[in-house]
């Protein structure tokens, strides 16, 4: 156990549709990362919080959002689903930045299905 | 920008063989680093080791061993004596100091038969 908590752990919608995956990190850490894994693209990153702030994006669609709340959790919403969107979902999460990169420990992840 | 290959895609082995999977990376960062996670087929991403580019001292875990060369810019987890537990996707990643995020490779699918 990571210590990373991720829900829901299965999610099924329909195409066109919004659904909102929630991240709490590790006690501590106030790094939370967003990634995708799908069979087509592998393991993707797709947004960086620290301390509430956005700090880094990757291949993050314009249909997709997050944020980092007060008490550190993240949540990801994605919206206008699309049959493509259906991957797992990871979360990840840090102590920090300052000390160059830290390790990233990872959720049980969120497994998505858009039919 | 970085890149990780991992080359084998699927291995299988039978229990007890050891088996290695490699990593090469690409990276014109100076300080970078290198991590390998496992996949079991429950679907969680476990973190097993981090490599910092300035350290190139190998590095032995139980029956997991670690082989990092900078002058081949490879980065080989070996695994003795295998069992069938140890049956996952193990993904070898790369960071650096600028940004936050890893880039991983695509995984090499390890199956070891009793």
């Known amino acids: 156990d990571s210590g990373v908590t991720q829900t829901p752990k299965h999610l099924i919608t329909a195409t066109g549709q919004r659904v909102t995956l929630r991240c709490s990190p590790r006690s501590g850490d106030l790094s939370v990362y967003w990634y995708q894994q799908s069979l087509d693209q592998g393991l993707q990153f797709l947004i960086q919080y620290y301390n509430g702030e956005e700090r880094a994006k990757g291949n993050i669609l314009e249909r997709f959002s997050a944020q980092q709340f007060p008490d550190l959790h993240s949540e990801l919403n994605l919206s206008s689903l699309e049959l493509g969107d259906s991957a797992l979902y990871f979360c990840?999460?840090?102590?920090?930045?300052?000390?160059?990169?830290?390790?990233?420990?990872f959720g049980p992840g969120t497994r998505l299905l858009v039919l | 920008a970085q890149k990780v290959t991992q080359a084998q895609t699927e291995i299988s082995v039978v229990e007890k063989e050891d088996v290695t999977l490699d990593c090469v990376y690409e990276?014109?960062?100076?300080?970078?680093?290198l991590f390998w996670y496992k996949q079991p087929p429950s679907g969680e991403l476990v973190f097993l080791i981090r490599r910092n580019s300035f350290d190139e001292q190998n590095e032995i875990s139980g029956r997991y061993s670690w082989n990092f060369q900078k002058s081949t810019s490879s980065f080989n987890f070996t695994i003795t004596a295998s069992q069938v537990v140890d049956s996952a996707v193990y993904f070898c990643a790369a960071g650096s100091s600028n940004t936050g995020k890893l880039i991983f490779g695509q995984g090499t699918t390890l199956q070891v038969k009793p």
């Open positions: 990276t014109r960062d100076t300080t970078y680093y």
């Open positions: 990840a999460s840090s102590v920090s930045l300052d000390r160059g990169q830290e390790t990233q420990y």
